[in-house]
């Protein structure tokens, strides 16, 4: 409930058209350990967010991690929204799939559209530790990442076809791990960042294409323990990376599936 009321808040909607004031971290944080609060939707229905104007934010508490080894968690500082999960489970290097999260979007302006979270290492000071979990978006037309040179990978495995733009390209294979479409995808920051980059020391960008509206599946599952996420977002070129980031945009409404 008290999700909903965060979720449709005219306060919020307020935030979001505005723009300018303060963040709204720590609005909702719930004392450690207390119980996520549910979302409004029936137990068979899944809550979607809307893409409106090429942006889509998700609150990464959102997904149904209950029987995840996904923990939730509010005794981290800085997280957004409801709290962040981090990754408990196995180190999972070579096996996506471990610990599924589904998240549902409506995309309503088909296009291209960067994806990116907000997430931290939250065990030791090693930059390169407990910084990465697994990430496909299995429904949209063309999935892949690309460096700001124009250079292009798609997941090892991945059955969705490529772009044009590599056409040229000898070697499309990201450096690393990765199987069934699904992108090893890391950060590199103890603390808090907006970084998910996909190729092992030759980080490049992650972008989906939708071409028609419709709802699609964002998938991200366990991979490195320590691992923890709070909150991504899908945007379009519309938007650069620090105005699609900023602390003064709200999530998005949903709508339950
Ligand atoms: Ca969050």
Known sequence: MKRFILLFSPFLIILFISSCSKDDDGDDQLPSGSNPPTLDCPDDGN?????????????????????TDWSFQTNIPGYSGNGLLVWNGPNSMGNPGNGLLTFKVQINTPGTYRFLWRSKITIGNNNTEHNDSW?????????????????????????????????EQTDTEPNGSG???????????????????????????????????????????????????????????????????????????????
């Open 135 to 167: 990430l496909r978006i299995p429904d949209a037309a063309h999935f892949f990442g690309m460096k700001n040179n124009g250079h292009i990978v798609y997941p090892k495995g991945t059955e969705l076809p490529p772009i044009s733009e590599s056409s």
């Open 179 to 257: 199987r069934d479409g699904w992108f090893k995808a890391y950060m590199n920051n103890v603390d808090w960042k907006w970084q998910t980059s996909t190729s092992d020391h030759d980080a490049h960008n992650i972008f989906a294409v939708f071409t028609q509206p419709g709802i699609y599946t964002i998938e991200v599952s366990g991979r490195s323990q320590g691992h923890g996420i709070d909150t991504f977002v899908l945007f379009n070129e519309d938007y650069s990376q620090n105005e699609a980031t900023a602390d003064e945009i709200g999530f998005s409404e949903t709508e339950c599936e």
């Open 47 to 67: 809550p979607v967010f809307i893409e409106d104007s090429g942006f889509v934010k998700v609150d990464f508490t959102s997904a149904d991690f209950t029987v």
